[in-house]
């Protein structure tokens, strides 16, 4: 009897697990990869990740892409989504702040200041990636307050050798030590990174706040494990993991 | 002889099939891309850094293919030696290398940190994310097409007509510009051809070990690739280009090699 009990809760466990496709912002891959775990190994469900830009994701969610759950690093690619139809209003469930990386190996950059430098480096993520977003807004608020001179960030922005399509990209291109310095979120200075790479330290007032929401997919495939996976990013399970990565608390 | 009867009618639904397959989006992204925002899309700054940046990486490509390629082609082709297989073979690797791998080999050669970085950085060249790495990128992944059908022209010609004209008096240096040449010319070119549309078409590579900068290293791929996550415009306009870019240097290596033909059977 117990036997005929196991077996029926295994086949209900089995009827209710599905596969759940979650589009996440690059900055989320680490955390959300364990997050994932934690989530299969509790409800059953066979999560799968792409991790990308934000605005490729939104790319291909207009284009007719599958998926059930998208987190993205800023409104400004996620509210498109929602306007359109394609994904639920969002839920806000982590937030951010830059950072000022460098290669360990090398002294160019020991400061803000030095970004100016003539033949200083610089690697950004694109315009259209949210940190690459939230970096262009801090050099102008860096502008307006006239600290380092008028022309600050268009210094800076001269010193731009390359606009890459995600942050981890740009991470990349410091932890190879092809650039002098480079604008990521905090918890892009992920323990494999950390070896090659120094923090450099950011006024906080130029600082940018980085807010993450999220979603269910509307036309999901899988719609019971897109809520139930909504709902345990913001659970204190979920939020204890993404604690463990760096991210701050929703408010 | 049969090819010369009617074609049976399955063969020519699967040869149908096909072709819709591959017309069908081809005529979509010139029906989305030539529309009278065409000309104004064509001329704004961003579409026309990544036109001149496509077009100016990818001739000097072209030269130091025809300048190192055409020499090792040649030897190739007509001399045996110890390491001859391993060399061809070598030469054909970046033709199924994917390009992205072509893109780490050569930052960890190249790059600051790579191999070869100290001395290059000594020497005050600094390679990744300049135009120069953009053109070795393209260089590593379509050279290979270059030599290769240069090596057929250069096996395919009539070894005795070069020995006719030795026989005559000449040098091997004229032997070499007024009969090999000229004989080997239409299979350089389409060789060439083939090494350009694939240099034009290089993205993995070039955004890894180049990176992806507007006016410098951002090409017409990157370029398409950079605009479909903001802009769509031009994305579209320069697909469409590159679709008419591609048929017209298809049709130039058919020309050419309709032409090599003729002047085999003549």
């Known amino acids: 009897m117990p036997r005929t009990l196991m077996l029926a809760a295994l086949l209900a466990g089995a009827a209710h697990a599905e596969p759940l496709t979650v589009f996440a912002a690059a900055s989320l891959t680490d955390a959300f990869t364990e997050l994932g775990r934690a989530f299969d190994a509790r409800t059953g469900h066979r999560t799968t990740f792409q991790f990308a830009g934000s605005q490729t994701l939104r790319a291909q969610l207009e284009g007719g892409a599958r998926a059930d759950v998208i987190a993205s690093a800023n409104a400004a690619q996620y509210d498109p989504l929602v306007r359109a139809g394609l ?124 807010t993450y929401p999220l979603g269910a997919v509307r036309n999901a495939g899988a719609p019971n494990a897109a809520r139930q996976f909504v709902q345990y990013v913001l659970s204190p399970d979920g939020q204890r993991i993404l604690r463990k990565w760096g991210f701050l608390s929703p408010q | ?56 990486t990818t001739l000097c490509t072209l030269a130091v293919t025809l300048l190192f390629g055409t020499p090792v082609a040649y030897l190739l082709a007509r001399h045996r030696f110890p390491g001859r297989a391993l060399l061809d073979t070598t030469l054909d690797l970046p033709v199924v290398l994917p390009p992205v791998v072509a893109g780490v080999a050569l930052l960890l050669t190249f790059g600051r940190q790579g191999l070869l970085g100290a001395p290059l950085t000594l020497a005050g060249i600094s390679v990744a994310f300049s135009p120069l790495a953009v053109v070795l990128a393209q260089l590593f992944t379509s050279a290979p097409f270059y030599i290769r059908a240069a090596k057929i022209g250069f096996s395919a010609i009539d070894r005795d007509i070069e020995a006719a004209a030795l026989i005559d008096g000449a040098t091997r240096r004229r032997a070499f510009r007024h009969v090999t040449w000229p004989l080997a010319f239409p299979f350089l070119l389409e060789g060439l051809v083939l090494a350009w549309a694939r ?50 240097l298809l049709l130039v290596v058919r020309l050419v090699t309709a032409r090599r033909q003729d002047t085999d059977h003549a």
């Not at chain 1, 480096?121 to 307006?144: C, F, K, N, Q, T």
């Open chain 2, 1 to 56: 002889m049969t090819g010369r009867s009617a074609p049976p009618a399955v063969l020519l639904a699967f040869a149908a099939l096909l072709t819709v397959f591959l017309l069908l989006p081809t005529a979509v992204l010139l029906l989305r891309g030539l529309t009278p925002a065409f000309l104004p899309a064509l001329a704004s700054p961003a579409v026309l850094d990544a036109l001149r940046v496509s077009l100016s």
């Open chain 1, 87 to 210: 994904v639920e209003p969002a839920r806000t469930f982590a937030r951010n702040r830059l950072i000022l990386i460098a290669p360990r190996r090398s002294a160019r950059v020991q400061t803000l200041a030095d970004l100016a430098r003539p033949g200083v480096r610089l690697v950004l993520a694109d315009r259209s990636v949210p940190v690459g977003d939230y970096a262009r807004r801090m050099l102008s608020a860096i502008d307006a307050s006239g600290t380092y001179g008028r022309d600050f960030s268009a210094r800076v922005l001269r010193n731009v050798v390359s606009e890459e399509p995600n942050v981890r990209q740009v991470a990349l291109k410091v932890q190879l030590g092809e650039a002098d310095a480079a604008v990521v979120y905090a918890t892009d200075l992920t323990p494999a990174l950390k070896g090659s790479v120094r923090a450099v330290a950011l006024p906080s007032r130029f600082n940018q706040t980085a």
């Open chain 2, 199 to 248: 240099a034009l078409g290089e993205f993995g590579a070039t955004i890894l070990f180049a990176g992806s900068l507007q006016g410098r290293t951002r090409t017409i791929t990157l370029s398409i690739y950079a605009a479909l996550e903001s802009d769509l415009a031009p994305a579209l306009v320069l697909s469409a280009v590159m679709v008419i870019v591609a048929f017209t």
